[in-house]
């Protein structure tokens, strides 16, 4: 598409721009990039606001795992583009030389570029921390000059903020200006959205007053045989269960297994690949796990949950193939 063409030459002009104007200041658009990770506030903002208000620490990790899962189907969905590998691909430029981007150690990453997984994350952690430092002040009572300057000074640090994220992953060549504008935007989306349903991040402690779990705890108590509690009802479960199944999707599909085998088409092949399918997974759904231990019955949970997807994307189309090939060597001698 021409239009998207011009966009991200757009976008790498951007990017040249900025490695050009910006070379001294690149050990810090590294940092800003590394900071930006999921991993900061997994291990650093949690612990700090959990202990301080465990509803924001809460909410803080629910927004950034889920807006880190959101960000990974969007870019199945989207197919977004990387600088780097963009401007080696691309017809655009015709003739013309086309521009020279530098690379870095942490330029390389393998996924889709839209939208930016950095700004989405930081923009939805950061917005949440924002939020919940001007819903503790509105709590004591201040002028309303010093509300307002608070509320400038808060929302001009998460522009700052997200502007270097932002001018870091453009000028890694990790992203497009478009995407990391994008990530942004949808990473508010995001915090704002569970901003607005509380029940999902409260803290699920009864000294909080609130308790994730209530609907197992009635299910145990009015259920007339216990055996009967189905565990894997529970939403933690199903949250598992569909964790699980992307996973094991996503493992088969970057498998040796599945990338390096010779596709078979044949009729008989496929019909062979179903009914071996079918024939594992009704084993598969075999195996039942007791819910005593609660953590041990929702990591196998997970477990049977990706080895499903796993079984019919990789390992039985590579056994079957396997076998076929034996098979032809076989009659060859």
């Not at 990473?187 to 308790?211: C, K, P, T």
């Not at 108590?221 to 009802?233: F, K, N, Q």
């Not at 569909?242 to 599909?253: D, I, M, P, S, V």
Request: hydrophobic share 50%; net charge positive; aromatic share 14%.
């Amino acid at each position: 598409c021409w239009l998207m063409d011009w966009l991200h030459s757009a976008g790498v002009d951007v990017a040249v721009h900025l490695q050009a104007r910006f070379s001294a200041y690149e050990d810090w658009f590294h940092l800003a990039s590394s900071v930006a990770d999921l991993h900061t506030p997994i291990f650093i903002f949690f612990p700090l606001w959990f202990h301080l208000r465990p509803s924001v620490g809460v909410k803080l990790i629910w927004v950034a795992v889920i807006g880190d899962w959101l960000n990974l189907v969007l870019k199945w969905v989207l197919f977004g583009e990387r600088p780097y590998w963009w401007v080696h691909e691309t017809q655009f430029y015709g003739s013309i030389p086309a521009p020279v981007l530098r690379q870095s150690p942490i330029t390389c990453e393998t996924g889709p570029g839209s939208p930016s997984g950095h700004a989405m994350g930081s923009a939805g952690v950061w917005y949440v921390m924002v939020t919940a430092v001007l819903s503790i002040a509105s709590e004591k009572k201040h002028s309303s000059l010093l509300t307002g300057a608070l509320h400038v000074v808060l929302w001009t640090l998460l522009c700052a903020v997200e502007l270097i994220v932002c001018m870091s992953r453009v000028y890694v060549a990790a992203h497009f200006p478009h995407q990391v504008i994008t990530g942004v935007i949808s990473g508010i989306i995001v915090a704002e959205v569970f901003s607005r349903v509380q029940w999902i991040y409260r803290a699920n402690m009864m000294r909080l007053g609130v308790d994730l779990l209530w609907t197992l705890e009635k299910a145990k108590r009015w259920c007339v045989r216990a055996e009967w509690v189905h565990m894997d009802t529970t939403p933690f479960a199903s949250l598992l269960r569909n964790l699980g199944t992307l996973f094991g999707l996503g493992l088969g599909l970057h498998s040796p297994l599945y990338t390096e085998r010779k596709p078979g088409r044949s009729a008989p092949f496929r019909l062979g690949c179903i009914t071996a399918s079918l024939l594992l997974l009704q084993l598969l759904d075999l195996f039942h796990f007791s819910s005593e231990n609660e953590l041990l019955f929702y990591m196998l949970s997970f477990c049977k949950s990706a080895t499903a997807p796993f079984i019919t994307v990789a390992l039985v189309p590579w056994a079957l193939s396997g076998f076929c090939q034996h098979q032809g060597r076989k009659k060859d001698w």
